[in-house]
Nanobody
């Protein structure tokens, strides 16, 4: 049984930084592609960043240069380091995992999801 648990969300001021964490159980981050998505009320779930098994990363344009996705294979954890946060980054952030490919920024291509952690930037 796969479970993804996110943590690290908070309320911060614009320009601040946060680090989100995802602790999977039932899968190893070294064997799966992992990603962070976000969703704000009334909007579709948006791909923020992804990292493949070979550590290749991808980012949506609006976060390039500000966010960094990384993973700790030994600790079996996924992270999203967010800097220079903007009010438009406010959303629920979700950790996701998948074994297969497809467009990384399409939420329907990911099969395992966490419950989310809230990030609010004011």
């Amino acid at each position: 049984h796969v479970q993804l648990v996110e943590s690290g969300g908070a309320s911060v001021q614009a320009g601040g930084s946060l680090r989100l964490s995802c602790a999977p159980s039932g899968l190893s981050v070294s064997d799966f592609s992992m990603a962070w998505f976000r969703q704000s009320p009334g909007k579709e779930r948006e791909g923020v960043a992804a990292i493949r098994r070979d550590d290749l990363t991808a980012y949506t344009d609006s976060v390039k240069g500000r966010f960094t996705i990384s993973k700790d294979n030994a600790g079996n954890s996924l992270f999203l380091h967010m800097t220079n946060l903007k009010p438009e980054d406010t959303a629920m952030y979700y950790c996701a995992a998948r074994a297969n490919g497809g467009a990384w920024d399409r939420f329907e291509t990911w099969h395992s999801w966490g419950q989310g952690t809230q990030v609010t930037v004011s």
